[in-house]
């Protein structure tokens, strides 16, 4: 398995806002990889048809999600100076389309993928997922594409919730539904990254994920404004 298949997504990084029904005031959360932290401002749009995420990071990094009414992607942008990217990426029914600039150079190329949705923004699109857990104690797996941002490559991942339990976020004990997201087949067995949602609203509060081979540290993003 390669390093970069461990890092299938900039996981941690796309919580946007609690409440879907009403465009929102930029919400922080904080990203600490040893001894690397950075801020990230994420705020939500709403446009026709669906909601437009945004997320805007302290090195530069930016990532526009747009949203249908299913809280499927459509549409990602990903913009990062210091690695040379600037791509979008749209969805035509199973044909990714990807044109820009990739690590300084042009990219322009497709990748089909099967039916299941594309969740760039794993911890909006999750919403339902989290809600019907929390209202009946069960949820089947569930299966997805995502792009990786700095491959620009798709993954097929799995999310699968396991249990609610307390959890610390920024320093307050709150109580949080947890989501295990692997890849599928086999490869589940080598990298996994772990999310926690608020029951009651399905809000974004922690995620810890490896984002590298072995003997790189643990990144842990968690939720820095007021509940």
Do not use: C
């Amino acid at each position: 398995m390669k390093k970069s298949v461990l890092v299938p997504v900039m996981l941690g990084l796309l919580g946007f806002g609690w409440d879907r029904t009403a465009a929102q005031v930029a919400r922080p959360y904080r990203d600490l990889t040893g001894g690397r932290e950075l801020t990230i401002l994420m705020s939500q749009e709403l446009v026709p048809g669906g909601s437009i995420g945004h997320s805007v990071q302290s090195d530069g990094d930016l990532h526009d999600v747009h949203l249908d009414n299913d809280d499927a992607t459509t549409f990602y942008r990903v913009r990062s100076p210091s690695r040379g990217i600037d791509y979008t990426v749209i969805r035509k029914d199973n044909v990714l389309s990807i044109t820009g600039t990739l690590g300084g150079g042009s990219v322009s190329k497709t990748i089909k993928i099967n039916d299941r949705p594309w969740y760039q923004a794993i911890e909006t699109s999750l919403h339902d997922y989290i809600v019907t857990y929390a209202a009946t104690g069960v949820a089947r797996p569930l299966t997805f594409w995502i792009v990786q941002p700095w491959e620009a490559k798709a993954y097929l991942l799995q999310a699968k919730t396991e249990l609610q339990e307390q959890i610390s976020v920024n320093g307050r004990q709150v109580t949080g539904v947890r989501v295990r997201v692997t890849p599928t087949g086999i490869l589940r067995l080598l990298w996994s990254s772990i999310y926690w949602y608020r029951p009651s609203d399905a809000g974004f509060v922690r995620n810890e994920v490896v984002r590298g081979g072995p003997g790189t540290p643990k990144s842990v993003v968690e939720f820095m404004g007021k509940f």
